[in-house]
């Protein structure tokens, strides 16, 4: 991160209004990041899943989107 350089930095996002969204702008804070550009919002985080892979099949690691609460921030 550039915060770790001594440059100001700030992350623009929404997060979700609940206790992940406040973790997480909290790990941000305590890198040197600020939260000025972060919006709290209904909706989740999005979630990452792994499908482990097998034989000659690889690990996929698909996205879900739905109802995260970066999908439409309107900062």
Known sequence: MLAHFGLD???ITALPDHNLGERVERFL???GVSGEGI???EGRLGVYYL???AMQ???LTPLSFK???TRSPKL
């Open 39 to 41: 919006v709290r919002k």
């Open 51 to 53: 499908e482990t892979g």
């Open 29 to 31: 804070k305590l890198n």
């Open 9 to 11: 930095s700030t992350h």
């Open 67 to 69: 109802n995260r609460s």
């Open 57 to 59: 099949r690889p690990s």
